[in-house]
């Protein structure tokens, strides 16, 4: 390996400038130092063992040139071979096939900016050859990938770093770090690679080992996620900036009462194991005046009713958790501070929508944690969970810096102080839920929401595979897309999940808010009536996890395509995972048959 770099600038003047540190542009280059005089930038690296150190603590400008950004080894991840594709780790993972694409460059995120759901810090290209790989270690929160198609036939992945994001900046103080390796194999072998990497370093615990400390983690992960909205303000807020006397309407879905209802239900009919989430049974409901959340909603019952509706959800041998959220805050709250928010560089407040208790103010991650201290505890005193503990939003949402000169934070910074907050409540609970799964939540993190919102690719890629899972299935509980919520056996998503080693999930009332558009008939929707027929068909999803148990520790070794639509996904375990996506039955002869739209779990030729 050879150091490879490109830069970008700016100057006193606010031009920016740019261009590849070689010596035809002025540099100086060492086996440890890299100069460019005329600029008044020096940089130390080093080569050892495969990896590229460039340690930024001792970045000097001494000039009137501040960096921008540093993209390493530009080279490194290219190939014109057309039976090659680029390695992606966004959302489940995808493939860009390295033929037909016009030429152009993207900037892909990873831990941000918003909607850059890449959720691993590895890339690479596969096919044709060997598999290579950069695995970006040290700098991992702080760079995007260059992303280029068809640049006079070449394709490439690269990583830039992002030094400044405006000129007035303090300079990213972190060790830089890129491991690179080729193997013999295809794209399992990054994910191997970067398991085994990140879990020894960061001594990552697999699901098994959390297992002898948690029973809660055990059992939530074998049971089926059951999230019970319960109330909700007006969404659309009418009122942006509420007080307690002034405020939208209520809107309740299901009281205590009626969740009570809904599980004597399912015990009735046996469907099991039921980790059930209660959503909005705080102060105002869902989003109504976070951070503030008792006294619990007197609209559902109140605080009495509440704990004999956990009691209820226990003795009937379920898990009951609760929903809550440290990322923002509402005027509305009693605990609202300016002095908390999270500022932008020009010291705005950073914004995050219109929810229940009107505009969403996002807290600094060290103020949120303070928050989560004080209503953690009394949560634990006062309401007798069982269940896993769900933290909305922090895991989904980009890495932000904070610019408050009271509590400046930097991304790597801001994902330390969402990770306290998600291990705090893990210790307090004893397994800890979230909306996305960037994986620099782990340990902290036991399941989540789901690892992307849609199976659609990106305009960009070609194809997905289950990279993130054959990383992260038996560290992580996940359930793959947020489309596939309330889906049901035989469909395609459903099938796709678990095809994908995803847990399927459910949520009473999953529309409320109609700027969503989520379809019609993904909705789940509470009422004596129809109770019956609705728990019938969660229970087809209970039985399919009883058949899926086997699998929730092990790795995942291999993914493919075997017929016309029929999946097969390997296990480290030994057994197998096919999926038959056909309407018709697939006979195959190292298998008893897969009945259609429908999967086996076998070993050995027999059906399990």
């Known amino acids: 390996m050879k150091f490879q770099g490109e830069i970008t600038w700016w100057e006193a003047d606010g031009r920016e400038g740019g261009g590849a540190i070689s010596v035809e542009n002025g540099w100086e280059i060492t086996e440890s130092t890299l100069v460019n005089r005329q600029l008044g930038i020096e940089l130390k690296y080093r080569i050892e063992d495969g990896k590229l150190i460039v340690p930024l603590e001792q970045l000097a400008e001494t000039g009137n040139v501040r960096v921008h950004e540093l993209t390493l080894l530009p080279e490194l991840i290219t190939t014109d071979n057309p039976a090659a594709s680029l390695v992606?780790?966004?959302?489940?993972?995808?493939?860009?096939?390295?033929?037909?694409?016009?030429r152009m460059e993207r900037m892909v995120g990873v831990s941000f900016p918003?909607?850059?759901?890449?959720?691993?810090?590895?890339?690479?290209?596969?096919?044709?050859?060997k598999t290579r790989m950069l695995l970006v270690d040290g700098g991992r929160h702080d760079f995007l990938i260059r992303t280029r198609t068809n640049f006079d036939g070449k394709y490439s992945l690269a990583p830039a770093f992002r030094v400044r994001d405006i000129a007035g900046d303090e300079p990213l103080r972190e060790e830089l770090s890129l491991v690179y390796r080729e193997f013999d194999g295809g794209y399992e072998t990054i994910a191997t690679f970067y398991r085994d990497y990140m879990a020894r370093k960061y001594a990552l615990p697999t699901l098994e080992e959390k297992f002898k400390t948690s029973p809660v983690a055990e059992y939530n992960s074998r049971a089926l996620l059951m999230r019970c909205r319960l109330a909700v303000k007006t969404c659309p807020p009418p009122i942006l900036e509420q007080t307690p006397e002034h405020q939208p309407p209520l809107g309740v879905f299901m009281t205590f009462e009626d969740v009570r209802t809904l599980i004597d239900e399912c015990k009735r009919q046996g469907l099991g194991p039921l980790d059930c989430c209660l959503v909005g049974w705080n102060y105002g409901g869902h989003d109504g005046a976070y951070p503030q959340i008792f006294p619990v909603?007197?609209?559902?019952?109140?605080?009495?009713?509440?704990?004999?509706?956990?009691?209820?959800?226990?003795?009937?041998?379920?898990?009951?958790?609760l929903h809550d959220n440290y990322f923002d805050s509402y005027t509305i709250s009693e605990y609202f501070d300016w002095n908390d928010l999270n500022r932008e560089a020009d010291l705005s407040p950073s914004m995050s929508g219109r929810w229940g208790g009107g505009l969403s103010r996002v807290v600094c991650p060290v103020q949120a944690y303070r928050n989560a201290v004080r209503n953690l505890t009394e949560v634990k005193k006062r309401l007798p969970i069982n269940g896993t503990y769900f933290t909305d939003v922090v895991t989904v949402w980009p890495l932000q810096k904070c610019y408050d000169r009271k509590h400046p934070l930097t991304r790597g910074g801001c994902a330390e102080w969402r990770r306290k907050t998600l291990q705090l409540a893990r210790e307090l609970f004893g397994c800890i839920m979230s909306e996305g799964a960037h994986d620099w939540a782990l340990p902290a993190l036991d399941r989540c929401y789901c690892l992307i919102g849609t199976d659609a690719l990106p305009v960009f890629c070609d194809e997905e595979i289950p990279l993130f899972q054959m990383t992260w299935h038996g560290y992580l509980v996940y359930n793959t897309y947020r489309n596939g919520i309330n889906r049901y056996p035989g469909s395609r998503l459903y099938l796709r999940n678990i095809a994908f080693g995803g847990m399927p999930m459910v949520y009473w009332h999953y529309i409320f808010n109609p700027e969503q558009k989520f379809p019609p008939e993904q909705d789940l929707k509470f009422s004596p009536d129809t109770l019956p027929g609705e728990v019938a068909k969660i229970k087809r999803i209970t039985d399919d996890l009883k058949r899926l148990e086997p699998l929730r520790t092990a790795f995942i070794t291999g993914y493919r395509e075997i017929a016309p639509g029929v999946t097969e996904t390997l296990y480290s375990n030994g057994l197998r995972c096919r999926v038959n996506y056909n309407e018709a039955e697939i006979s195959l002869p190292d298998s008893q048959p897969v009945p259609p739209l429908n999967f086996i779990i076998f070993s050995k030729g027999a059906d399990l």
Do not use: N
Request: hydrophobic content about 40%; glycine content about 22%; charged content about 20%.
């Open 114 to 129: 918003w909607d850059s759901h890449g959720l691993l810090t590895v890339f690479g290209v596969t096919g044709g050859g």
């Open 88 to 102: 992606l780790p966004q959302g489940s993972g995808m493939l860009i096939h390295c033929r037909g694409h016009e």
């Open 297 to 321: 909603e007197a609209a559902l019952g109140g605080e009495e009713e509440l704990v004999k509706t956990i009691d209820h959800v226990k003795a009937a041998g379920y898990a009951v958790g």
